[in-house]
């Protein structure tokens, strides 16, 4: 491509470089680290088809009960010795309260998705600027939690050998549990580190409480991952220390988005345009006419 000149208004002819050349986001590593406006039907197969695949991964993961037994124990004689193995009296304390643990059986089974599918259309219709970033956050914290399940199988505390702790699905005949009951040859039992439960309600909090202006939402983004933890302790599908994992998780999946896009998602602009617009020429600039 041929060099340009400007004539100005003395007659003289300057060299200007060649808009294109000079324009590095037209490489295709940059233009894939700028955020820009997600489309809505790619959105949903992208999710759809990545949740399709984190369960196939997931229940592929051979169920190495005698390991995932054997780790449920140092787990639990870890938090013993760590004075927070509390969780078979959470456990039963809850279970007493019949209407309040089929409550937190029905939370357990629901919310983990009607939540994390709320807060991911919430920043899709309000905050686009932000959305693929924070999504990407989510995508990294699932995808290493994989890794998790492989690397460390472990019994949920309602399976463990010689415990007192209480299925209270199975007790109190309610659906949701894919690991209990006729669902659980469905789903891998033993893929209790790290807690997605908890991973995914952090990163609705975070979430909702950095993006929100409402003061009391930014509040209820706070108590949703704390009521969650409460609610995989009292059904005796995690211990402390899962949670733990999602957390680290999560931490992951944060770090792998600040990286790609040069800083923490919700620091990005909340907007963005749909599509780059050409620039426009300034009323006064001076005319471009090509070198002879």
């Known amino acids: 491509m041929g060099d340009t000149t400007v004539t100005t208004l003395d007659g003289r002819e300057a060299a200007v470089p060649d808009p294109v050349a000079a324009d590095p986001g037209q490489g295709l590593l940059p233009r ?4 820009r406006r997600p489309r809505f039907w790619f959105e949903i197969l992208l999710i759809a088809a990545s949740y399709w695949v984190y369960s196939l991964v997931r229940n592929a993961v051979p169920e190495q009960r005698t390991e ?3 780790n449920a124990d140092w787990i639990w004689q870890a938090e013993q010795q760590l004075g927070i193995a509390v969780e078979e009296s959470v456990n039963h304390a809850v279970n007493s309260a ?3 643990i089929i409550g937190m059986n029905y939370y357990y089974a629901t919310l983990h998705f009607v939540v994390t599918l709320g807060v991911l259309v919430w920043l899709y219709r309000r905050h686009p600027g932000r959305y693929a970033a924070t999504r990407l956050v989510l995508f990294g914290t699932t995808a290493v939690a994989l890794v998790g399940y492989y690397l460390y199988p472990l019994a949920p505390p309602r399976l463990m050998n010689g ?8 007790v109190h005949q309610t659906w949701g549990s894919m690991a209990s009951g006729d669902l659980k040859h469905m789903s891998n039992q033993y893929a209790a580190m790290p807690s997605m439960h908890i991973g995914w309600s952090v990163w609705c909090g975070l979430t ?3 993006l929100a202006t409402v003061p009391w939402v930014r509040v209820l983004g706070l108590l949703y991952p ?4 409460v609610v995989i ?3 005796a599908n995690h211990f402390w220390l899962d949670a733990v ?3 680290l998780c999560l931490a992951f999946g944060f770090a792998v988005s600040s990286v790609w896009y040069g800083r923490q998602p919700y620091a990005l602009p909340r907007d963005v345009p749909s599509q780059a617009a050409a620039p426009s020429r300034p009323p006064h600039e001076p005319a471009v006419s090509p070198k002879p």
């Open 68 to 70: 995932a037994l054997r």
């Open 32 to 35: 894939l680290r700028t955020p």
């Open 233 to 235: 302790v009292a059904t």
């Open 226 to 229: 704390a009521l969650t933890l």
């Open 208 to 210: 909702i409480f950095a």
């Open 98 to 100: 019949t209407w309040l």
């Open 163 to 170: 415990g007192d702790f209480i299925d209270t699905v199975m």
């Open 245 to 247: 994992g999602g957390m």
